[in-house]
């Protein structure tokens, strides 16, 4: 049974960084892409970033790239992301997904593609 758990999420002044984390407590992710979304307050759930099973080649949403970096530890079965020069607009609930029909190199960034989902962890950038 795959089951995201996201940790990590807090409130840090624009510039500062913060990295969130994402175990599947089922242990059963290894196989699949992974993959962060973000949704504001009243705005749609938004693509950040994703990473197949290989942990490579990682793909990400225009909003963050250069500043964020997804990784991935199959042992832990977990993914990280990392989050530099975070800017107000980041503030965001951020979630973690998996996609079991994802099992190749190339990840998806459509939501509609990941089943499971975790409860989420809010990041909070004030200027």
């Known amino acids: 049974q795959v089951q995201p758990v996201e940790s990590g999420g807090g409130s840090v002044q624009a510039g500062g960084s913060l990295t969130l984390s994402c175990t599947d407590s089922?242990?059963?992710?290894?196989?699949?892409?992974m993959a962060w979304f973000r949704q504001p307050p009243g705005k749609a759930r938004e693509f950040v970033a994703a990473?197949?099973?290989?942990?490579?080649?990682?793909d990400y949403g225009d909003p963050v790239k250069g500043r964020f970096t997804i990784t991935r530890d199959n042992a832990e079965s977990s993914i990280y992301l990392q989050m530099r020069s975070l800017k107000p607009e980041d503030s965001a609930m951020y979630y973690c997904?998996?996609?079991?029909?994802?099992?190749?190199?190339?990840?998806?960034?459509?939501?509609?593609?990941?089943?499971?989902w975790g409860q989420g962890t809010q990041v909070t950038v004030s200027s």
């Open positions: 089922g242990y059963a992710s290894s196989s699949f892409c």
């Open positions: 990473i197949n099973k290989y942990g490579i080649e990682p």
């Open positions: 997904a998996v996609d079991p029909s994802g099992s190749g190199a190339v990840c998806s960034e459509g939501a509609s593609w990941y089943t499971f």
